[in-house]
């Protein structure tokens, strides 16, 4: 079992900078892909962004490529999503996932593991 616990979710104005924050615990970090999902209200889960076991591989939606990055710190056991010039559109619920693999954790049918979320909220 692998336990996800999302933080740093908050109110930011249009143009900001947040940063997420997702702690894990339970299996080995290391050899977890980890992806970030989004959901608005009324609307579907939607993949954010996933990074590799290493973290030597990143994927992005095209919605958020270059603006939002995402990092992990396998000594940590922390995965980070670093989100600047936020948009009124990014408001959502952000959940962390865990998946065996990249391939797996960017869909949202074969993520294994899910946080509980933080809610982002941007006001223009």
């Known amino acids: 079992q692998v336990q996800l616990v999302e933080s740093g979710g908050g109110l930011v104005q249009a143009g900001g900078s947040l940063r997420l924050s997702c702690a894990a615990s339970g299996r080995t970090f290391s050899r977890l892909a980890m992806g970030w999902f989004r959901q608005a209200p009324g609307k579907d889960r939607e993949f954010v962004g996933a990074?590799?076991?290493?973290?030597?591989?990143?994927s992005y939606a095209g919605s958020v490529k270059g603006r939002f990055t995402i990092s992990r710190d396998n000594a940590k056991n922390t995965v980070h999503l670093q989100m600047n010039s936020l948009k009124p559109e990014d408001t959502a619920v952000y959940y962390c996932a865990a998946a065996q693999s990249l391939s797996t954790v960017i869909v949202i049918s074969t993520c294994e593991y899910w946080g509980q979320g933080t809610q982002v909220s941007v006001s223009s």
């Open positions: 990074i590799s076991e290493s973290g030597g591989v990143a």
